[in-house]
């Protein structure tokens, strides 16, 4: 989100020459200062904070501010962001760089553990039901999941992919590996769990004593991708080539228990989810 904000930003054109974007949304709703500073007066009422200038908020203790519950991404301010990523990419008025952006399969960890509470499921309109045919299927939680990480992560950036393959190339991506010592429990790639590959390097949270011979080659693999669209602005990695994107085309490249390009991938879906969220995003007759 920072990156694409970056982006869009006029006054930080050319400070850089490439970007790469990890689950980084992409489609942003309209706001303004005015929207999100009284957003910020409600969000401290409710929490009951009557500090009103910026000496009093600092001298808020953190525990009081933890019940502030409100988001602190980027937006327009009418002075060095004057529009959304969104809408600077549908006018054309991105910064024109080489791009890398993709998403994860289980970017829905940031919905909570499960079950999630009847009452925190969307109600999901009859024709979402129909395209999302299998994880309907598998119930409403399954659905609901879905539909987030679709419509929050997966969608947009194939849209932002597609919207930026007219200049400089953009590549797309799917993470969908799942650690070896994850797997009796999880099926998905949580958010951010691509980072360890990307960086090939594992931390502290995970003892290199836990670490497959089959994650250190996903590491390699990922690792070489996103250094050499570092040194070169293109990524060159693997055995199969990573295409640019292009819209007609629909390739992205899935890094997973076997990865590959994908054409195609889950079209009807995000084709739904598009049809639906861009009206949203104040981007007049651009789409």
């Known amino acids: 989100m920072s990156t694409l904000a ?12 490439k970007a790469i ?15 999100q500073e009284q957003a910020g007066v409600e969000a401290l009422a409710k929490a009951g904070i009557t500090a009103s200038t910026s000496e009093e908020l600092r001298a808020v203790p953190a525990d009081r501010l933890a019940a502030v519950n409100m988001s602190y991404g980027p937006f327009p301010d009418g002075r060095l962001m004057t529009e959304t990523a969104t809408q600077a990419l549908a006018a054309g008025r991105l910064a024109d760089v080489p791009l890398i952006i993709g998403s994860n399969s289980g970017e829905d960890s940031l919905m909570g553990p499960g079950p999630i509470p009847t009452a925190r499921l969307p109600q999901v309109p009859a024709v979402a039901r ?18 987030f990480t679709d419509r929050v992560f997966t969608a947009p950036a194939r849209w932002v992919a597609a919207k930026a393959a007219p200049g400089q190339p953009a590549w797309l991506y799917h993470f969908s590996y799942v650690a070896t010592r994850m ?38 693999l990922m690792h070489a991708c996103w250094v050499s669209f570092a040194k070169s602005g293109a990524p060159r990695c693997g055995e199969a080539a990573w ?45």
Not at 21 to 35: C, M, Y
Not at 187 to 204: K, L, N, Q, S
Not at 253 to 279: C, H, I, W, Y
């Open 183 to 220: 797997r009796p429990a999880i099926t998905r790639a949580a958010h951010a769990a691509e980072i360890p590959y990307v960086f090939e390097y594992w931390g502290r949270r995970t003892p290199v004593s836990l670490v497959s011979d089959e994650d250190r080659a996903m590491a390699t």
């Open 130 to 147: 129909a395209i999302y045919r299998e994880e309907a299927a598998a119930g409403d939680e399954a659905l609901a999941r879905a539909l």
């Open 21 to 35: 974007v990890q689950s980084g949304l992409g489609w942003f709703e309209p706001t303004t200062l005015t929207k």
């Open 243 to 287: 295409p640019a994107y292009q819209p007609q085309a629909d390739q992205l490249m899935e890094f997973g228990a076997e990865s590959g390009v994908r054409t195609n991938f889950r079209k009807a879906r995000l084709d739904g989810q598009q049809m639906v969220a861009l009206p949203t995003l104040g981007l007049g007759a651009a789409k």
């Open 6 to 17: 970056l982006l869009a930003t006029p006054k930080a054109k050319g400070l850089y020459s």
